[in-house]
């Protein structure tokens, strides 16, 4: 499978020559997505820092009720700001839950955060959701690694980090 996702519209973390390239699909406002990029983000960080893998992290606005702050969360991680786009998206999924509940998510993150949208906020949109298309995704998260694809129950059989 070749990666069907925009690297201008990804969090690309490590070096382009690590043996092993993943791709995360994730969602700022996803509980599931929350649950497995706090779980795994200390391997994934190591990994990266020992050169062994290499990771895109995309966030997919799934169309879905419960995932609407989310999705305006999404829109929010400036990917021409690399470093401080994954710091956002660390601080994010470490107190998730006011996101969720927020009523205007968008003052609640500029307020939070400090953040403002990104300008190429809907480009980034539409790239996603044309990889996601391209590529199989279904559920959130999901991890590729290769050609397979890691989500729902089958996240469990992803080898180890």
């Given at each position: 499978?070749?990666?069907?996702?925009?690297?201008?519209?990804?969090?690309?973390?490590?070096?382009?020559?690590?043996?092993?390239?993943?791709?995360?699909?994730?969602?700022?406002?996803?509980?599931?997505?929350?649950?497995?990029?706090?779980?795994?983000?200390?391997a994934?960080?190591?990994?990266?820092?020992?050169?062994?893998?290499q990771a895109?992290?995309?966030?997919?606005?799934?169309?879905?009720?419960?995932?609407?702050?989310?999705?305006?969360?999404?829109?929010?991680?400036?990917?021409?700001?690399?470093?401080?786009?994954?710091?956002?998206v660390?601080?994010?999924?470490?107190?998730?839950?006011?996101?969720?509940?927020?009523?205007?998510?968008?003052?609640?993150?500029?307020k939070?955060y400090?953040?403002?949208?990104?300008?190429?906020?809907?480009?980034?949109?539409?790239?996603?959701?044309?990889?996601?298309?391209?590529s199989g995704?279904?559920?959130?998260?999901?991890?590729?690694?290769?050609?397979?694809?890691?989500?729902?129950?089958k996240?469990?059989?992803?080898?180890?980090?």
């Amino acid at each position: 499978m070749t990666n069907a996702f925009a690297k201008a519209y990804s969090l690309n973390l490590g070096a382009a020559a690590a043996p092993r390239a993943l791709t995360i699909v994730l969602n700022l406002g996803c509980t599931d997505s929350h649950d497995w990029f706090n779980a795994n983000i200390e391997a994934l960080d190591a990994a990266i820092a020992a050169g062994r893998v290499q990771a895109q992290l995309v966030f997919w606005n799934k169309q879905k009720p419960a995932l609407a702050n989310g999705n305006v969360a999404n829109g929010y991680i400036d990917y021409q700001h690399p470093d401080a786009a994954f710091k956002f998206v660390r601080a994010v999924f470490a107190n998730q839950e006011p996101l969720r509940a927020a009523a205007d998510p968008a003052a609640y993150l500029e307020k939070t955060y400090g953040v403002t949208r990104f300008a190429e906020a809907d480009a980034a949109a539409k790239a996603t959701a044309d990889g996601v298309a391209n590529s199989g995704v279904n559920f959130l998260p999901t991890v590729i690694d290769g050609d397979v694809l890691y989500s729902d129950e089958k996240m469990s059989e992803l080898p180890e980090l």
